[in-house]
C-alpha cells in the first residue's frame, strides 16, 4: 500500500470512528438514565504496560510512513451499545485489517502504550474535533447542555472496561500530552472537559508535522549529499556500529567532539540517515532555564520521537549556552531515542558510559580532492594553494567552487584570486574586542632592511606558502605531531620597521593581520586570560588570519619564583600560552623592543627570529626616498641630507606626514625647511637634545630632489 493508498484509508477509518462514537452516544442518550446523572461504573483496574524501546519503535514510525506491519486491532464494543454500533465497529475492524500500516490511531496506540479504554478516550476526543454533532451528543448523554464537551465520567460510562488511573498524570493520555484537561475552580476531574492535543489530532487525520512547540527550537540538519570526506563517513560508520551492539533498552547518548560545529553536522546527519531518521539541531543557547520548561521540551520531543522517524542533534558548544544544569536536565529525560551531542570535550553522563567520537575537518588530502572535483578542469594548481592555507569542510568547498565558476570566465590566475579571497573571508576569525584587523597595503618595495633580514622575511613567507608540500606531500605532518605552525620574534627598536614588515607578509600572502590587543586578552581574574588565548587560536586555527603581538614581552615574559598565589597564577598563564603556541597551525608574530624579557621556553619554539636594526645612513637615505607617495607635491628633498637626521623608520613617517600637513596649510609643496621644522619637532617630542646647525638649510645648486 502505498502513502495516497494508506491516506485514503486512513480516512475511511477515521470517518467510520467517528460514525462508531457517535453511534455510542446517540444510543447513551436513548438510554432511560440518560435524563439523569450519569449511573456508577464499576472501574477496574489495569496493568501498566511499558513503553517500547527505542530499536522497537524505530520500526513502528516507519509505519506511520511506508512500512509494513499490522498492529492487532482492539475490540470497539460499548456497554449496551445497539446493533448499529455494532456494526459500524465490524467495519473498523475490516478497513484495519486490509491497511498495511495499520491506522494512525492504532500505530499511536501501540507506540505509546495505550490501554483499549485510553484509545477510546483519545478517540472520543478527536471525534468532537472532527464532528461538531457530537459535542451535543456529550451535553445530552450527560443530562446537562452546559456540557458540550467529553468528559472522563462520560467515557467511564460509554466504553468497555473503564479504568480510573487512565487520567494518571504516569499513565500515557497525559504523560504524553495527548489530552488537555480543563479544570476551572474546584471543579471535579470526572466533569472536567477533556480536548485532544493539537498535533494528536492532525496525527490521526494523517498529516505528519513537527509539533509547532518545538519547530522554533529546532532546525532539520541538511542532508550533507554526495562527496561527503572519507574521514567523516568513517567517523559515522563508527557510530552505526556501536549502537548495532548497543542495549536496545537504553541507547547511550552519541557524543561527537571536535572543535569544527560544521563538520559534527554532516557526521549527525549521516548518523541518522544511517538509521532511516531525520536528524533535527536543537541550539542549546535557545534552552530555558526553568525546569518545568525544560520538562515539557523533554517530553514533547520524546514524543515526537516515538510517532516519528527523528532524532536529535544538541548543539551545546556554539557559545554562551545556558547552564550545565539545564543541559544535563534535558538529557536526562531523553531516553529511548536517538540523541547526539556536538560538543568540544567529552562531557559526564550519570546513567552510563557514552558513545563517543572525534569529528575533525576533512584532512588536507581530502579537501585538495574536494577542490580538484569541484573545479574540475579549471582546477590546475588551484587546489593544492587552497587546501595548504585554509581549513573547510567538503561542503564549503563545492559552494566556493560553484560560485567563483558562474562568474565570467577569465584566467587561471584571477580564478585562483576569487576563490582565495572567498576562503579568506570564510575563515576570517571572530574575535570580537581581543584583536583588531590591520589592513595590510605595505609592499616589499616599501620596507629597508639590511639583504640578510630582508631574506628572513622571505623565507618566513616561502615557508607559509609551501606548507603544503613539505608537511603533507613530503610526510612530515606524519612524524610530527605539534609544532607544524610558524612563530616568529620580531626584535628591535621602536620603529624599526616590525610592523610593517608583518603587513608586507601579510600583504604578500594575501592573509588577514590580526593586532593582538593585549589589554583585552589579558585579565586579573584567574583563567579570563587563558580562556581569552583559547579563543583567540581557536578563531584563527582554520588558517585564515596572521596573528600579530605587538610588545609581546607583557605577554610572553619571564616566568619568575613562586612567592605568592599571583606569582603562581602568571605563570600558569605562561606554561599555557608555552603550550598552545606550540600547537597553533598558523603564522603568529611576536614583536618586543625588549628580546632579553622573553621566557626563554619561547625562544625554542620560535621558527625564526629577525633582528631590525637601528638603521644606518644608507638606509635612512633610503627611507627618505620612500617617505612621500608620488602623489605628493615636493620641491627640492635632499634624501641625503636628511639621512642625517639619527632616527628609525617609524620617526621618518611621523616626519614626512607632519610635514605634509604643514605644506598642505601653508599650500606649497613639501620643502626641506618644512621637512626640518617637522623633525625638530619629533626630536622635541622625544626629549633628544636639539643642534640647530642640524636642522638649518642652505639650498645647494647640487641638492637633489628625491
Given at each position: ?10 480516512t ?44 522497537g ?5 516507519k ?13 470497539l ?15 473498523m ?13 492504532a ?6 502504550g ?14 468532537t ?6 459535542g ?56 472536567s ?56 533498552q537504553?541507547?547511550p ?5 571536535g ?5 559534527k553536522?554532516i ?69 529511548g ?10 562531557r ?42 585554509f ?35 570564510l ?16 609592499t ?55 610592523t ?30 587563558e ?9 584563527a ?6 596573528l ?19 606569582d ?23 614583536a ?77 609643496p ?19 637634545p ?13 641638492a637633489v630632489?628625491?
Amino acid at each position: 500500500m502505498n502513502a495516497t493508498e494508506w491516506h485514503d484509508a486512513n480516512t475511511r477509518y477515521m470517518t467510520t470512528a467517528v460514525a462508531w462514537v457517535r453511534a455510542l452516544l446517540s444510543e447513551r442518550v436513548k438510554a432511560p438514565s440518560s435524563s439523569g446523572p450519569l449511573p456508577p461504573v464499576l472501574v477496574t483496574t489495569t496493568t501498566t504496560t511499558t513503553a517500547p524501546s527505542f530499536w522497537g519503535s524505530v520500526g513502528r514510525r516507519k509505519m506511520l510512513v511506508s512500512t509494513a506491519g499490522t498492529a492487532p486491532e482492539p475490540k470497539l464494543i460499548a456497554i449496551g451499545s445497539a446493533e448499529r454500533a455494532s456494526a459500524v465497529a465490524a467495519q473498523m475492524a475490516e478497513i484495519a485489517a486490509g491497511m498495511t500500516p495499520p491506522p494512525a490511531l492504532a500505530a499511536l496506540a501501540q507506540s505509546l502504550g495505550l490501554s483499549e479504554f485510553e484509545r477510546n478516550v483519545l478517540l472520543l476526543c478527536t471525534a468532537t474535533e472532527l464532528d461538531t454533532s457530537i459535542g451535543a451528543l456529550c451535553a445530552q448523554a450527560q443530562g446537562d447542555p452546559a456540557r458540550p464537551f467529553p468528559t472522563f465520567a462520560l467515557a467511564l460510562s460509554l466504553f468497555e472496561d473503564p479504568a480510573w488511573e487512565a487520567l494518571s498524570p504516569e499513565r500515557p493520555l497525559r504523560y504524553w500530552r495527548l489530552l488537555e484537561i480543563s479544570q476551572p475552580g474546584a471543579t471535579p476531574l470526572t466533569v472536567s472537559p477533556l480536548r485532544a492535543d493539537e498535533r494528536v489530532v492532525n496525527l490521526l487525520k494523517g498529516v505528519t508535522y513537527l509539533d509547532d512547540r518545538l519547530a522554533p527550537l529546532l532546525a532539520p540538519v541538511p542532508d550533507p549529499g554526495d562527496g561527503v570526506p572519507a574521514s567523516q563517513l568513517a567517523s559515522a560508520q563508527a557510530i552505526v556500529d556501536q549502537l548495532r551492539v548497543a542495549s536496545q533498552q537504553d541507547i547511550p547518548a552519541i557524543q561527537l567532539l571536535g572543535n569544527d560545529a560544521t563538520s559534527k553536522l554532516i557526521v549527525a546527519a549521516l548518523v541518522g540517515h544511517a538509521l532511516g531518521l531525520r536528524p533535527y539541531r536543537l541550539d542549546a543557547r535557545l534552552l530555558p532555564t526553568a525546569p518545568a520548561e525544560i520538562e515539557s521540551i523533554a517530553r514533547l520531543w520524546q514524543r515526537e520521537s516515538l510517532l516519528l522517524p527523528v532524532a536529535l542533534y544538541v548543539e551545546i558548544d556554539a557559545g554562551d549556552t545556558p547552564a550545565a544544569g539545564s543541559i544535563d536536565t534535558l538529557l536526562s529525560k531523553l531516553s529511548g531515542g536517538l540523541v547526539m551531542l556536538g560538543t568540544r570535550q567529552l562531557r559526564p553522563v550519570a546513567s552510563q558510559a557514552p558513545i563517543a567520537v572525534d569529528v575533525d575537518k576533512p584532512t588536507e588530502a581530502e579537501q585538495r580532492e574536494c577542490w580538484a572535483t569541484a573545479l574540475g578542469e579549471a582546477a590546475d594548481a588551484i587546489p593544492e594553494a587552497l587546501s595548504a592555507q585554509f581549513d573547510l569542510d567538503a561542503a564549503t568547498i563545492r559552494e566556493l567552487a560553484r560560485r567563483a565558476t558562474v562568474t565570467p570566465a577569465g584566467d587561471a590566475s584571477s580564478l585562483r584570486e576569487r576563490l582565495w579571497d572567498a576562503s579568506r573571508g570564510l575563515t576570517r576569525p571572530r574575535l570580537d574586542t581581543l584583536a583588531h584587523r590591520v589592513a595590510a597595503r605595505a609592499t616589499w618595495d616599501d620596507i629597508v632592511l639590511p639583504a640578510a633580514e630582508t631574506a628572513l622575511l622571505h623565507q618566513i613567507a616561502d615557508q607559509v606558502g609551501q606548507r603544503g608540500t613539505v608537511y603533507g606531500d613530503w610526510g612530515f605532518a606524519e612524524r610530527m605531531s605539534r609544532g607544524l605552525g610558524i612563530s616568529v620574534l620580531f626584535a628591535g627598536a621602536s620603529g624599526s620597521g616590525k610592523t610593517m614588515a608583518a603587513e608586507v607578509i601579510a600583504n604578500d600572502l594575501r592573509l588577514d593581520l590580526f593586532r593582538i590587543d593585549l589589554s583585552a586578552v589579558m585579565s586579573k581574574y584567574i583563567g579570563e586570560t587563558e580562556a581569552n588565548l583559547r579563543r583567540l587560536f581557536d578563531a584563527a586555527e582554520d588558517g585564515g588570519a596572521i596573528l600579530f603581538f605587538d610588545e609581546a614581552d607583557a605577554l610572553f615574559g619571564k616566568r619568575s619564583e613562586v612567592k605568592d598565589s599571583h606569582d603562581r597564577y602568571a605563570n600558569i598563564e605562561i606554561n599555557y600560552l608555552l603550550q598552545r603556541m606550540e600547537s597553533y597551525g598558523g603564522l603568529a608574530i611576536l614583536a618586543t623592543n625588549m628580546k632579553s624579557a622573553l621566557d626563554q621556553a619561547f625562544m625554542r619554539r620560535l621558527r625564526f627570529v629577525v633582528d631590525f636594526p637601528f638603521p644606518g645612513a644608507a638606509q635612512r637615505a633610503a627611507m627618505w626616498q620612500k617617505a612621500f607617495p608620488p602623489g605628493t607635491p615636493t620641491d627640492a628633498l635632499d634624501a641625503e641630507r636628511l639621512a642625517r637626521l639619527n632616527v628609525t623608520g617609524g620617526h621618518i613617517a611621523v616626519i614626512a606626514l607632519n610635514a605634509a600637513f604643514a605644506a598642505a596649510h601653508a599650500g606649497t609643496p613639501v620643502t626641506m625647511p618644512l621637512v626640518l621644522d617637522a623633525a625638530r619637532t619629533e626630536f622635541r617630542k622625544l626629549g633628544r637634545p636639539i643642534n640647530q646647525n642640524d636642522f638649518g638649510w642652505n639650498p645647494a645648486p647640487a641638492a637633489v630632489s628625491a
